[in-house]
């Protein structure tokens, strides 16, 4: 079965720092890649994803993500945080042949102070 | 045109009752599934059905149970509630086969039990 990890639990910023939230996960086959936000008191909602060609993914409000097989790793960047990107990430991996159930990290909390 | 959604959005009450929390998708989707978010914000499946199958999260106690009258809809049923039983509830849906497997969530159920 697939895991996730997600290595940083808590991270605080300062407006306009760069972001980068670690993604790990454990599979040997192909994998569909995803990472969901949510913001206080609401739903999740997806933010990028990665099936397969160019592993630099763009999402939406300036967030990236990059796909390097080699490191099993599925990286979130910002350049730029804004206070309005406070909100909890979850990295997610689904899998070709494995379990399709979409098997979620424990998230990090991000809090960006003005 | 909300794609998932689920009724009630909040709901207090007490130890013992029966309680149903209902959720539909107008995505077209082929599975649904319930996730529970505990307050460390862990993200936890629960169940996860189509047409084919139920897959049970085998730590999911019985007194939780899933009931889909139709491919759109996946309600979940609560029986003897605890206080530990108190979370916020995630329906979800997806299409196996398209996206990979990319999942939508609905806004979310906030259970307190007293």
């Known amino acids: 079965a697939q895991s996730v990890s997600q290595h940083n639990h808590h991270v605080i910023l300062s407006e306009a720092a760069s972001l980068e939230l670690g993604c790990n996960y454990s599979?040997?086959?192909?994998?569909?890649l995803f990472w969901y936000v949510q913001y206080p008191g609401q739903h999740l909602q997806l933010l990028l994803k990665?099936?397969?060609?160019?592993?630099l993914v763009k999402g939406i409000k300036g967030f990236e993500a990059e796909f390097i097989k080699s490191k099993f790793s599925f990286n979130l960047r910002k350049p730029s945080v804004q206070w309005s990107d406070t909100a909890e990430y979850f990295c997610?991996?689904?899998?070709?042949?494995?379990?399709?159930?979409?098997?979620f990290g424990r998230g990090t909390s991000l809090i960006v102070h003005p | 045109d909300t794609a998932v959604s689920q009724t009630p959005k909040y709901l207090v009450t007490q130890m013992g009752n029966d309680k149903s929390i209902k959720c539909e998708q107008n995505?077209?989707?082929?599975?649904m599934y319930w996730y529970k978010q505990d307050s460390k914000k862990f993200l936890k499946i629960m169940f996860s059905?189509?047409?084919?199958?139920?897959?049970i999260n085998e730590t999911v106690p019985n007194r939780f149970s899933p009931k889909s009258p139709d491919k759109a809809h996946l309600n979940l049923h609560i029986n003897s509630l605890e206080l530990g039983d108190s979370a916020v509830y995630f329906c979800?849906?997806?299409?196996?086969?398209?996206?990979?497997?990319?999942?939508?969530f609905g806004e979310g159920s906030w259970l307190t039990v007293v």
């Open positions: 990665y099936f397969s060609g160019d592993p």
């Open positions: 599979y040997g086959g192909t994998v569909n």
């Open positions: 997610a991996v689904t899998t070709s042949g494995g379990s399709y159930i979409p098997t």
């Open positions: 059905y189509n047409n084919k199958e139920l897959i």
């Open positions: 995505l077209g989707h082929d599975t």
């Open positions: 979800a849906s997806s299409h196996r086969e398209r996206s990979g497997n990319t999942i939508y």
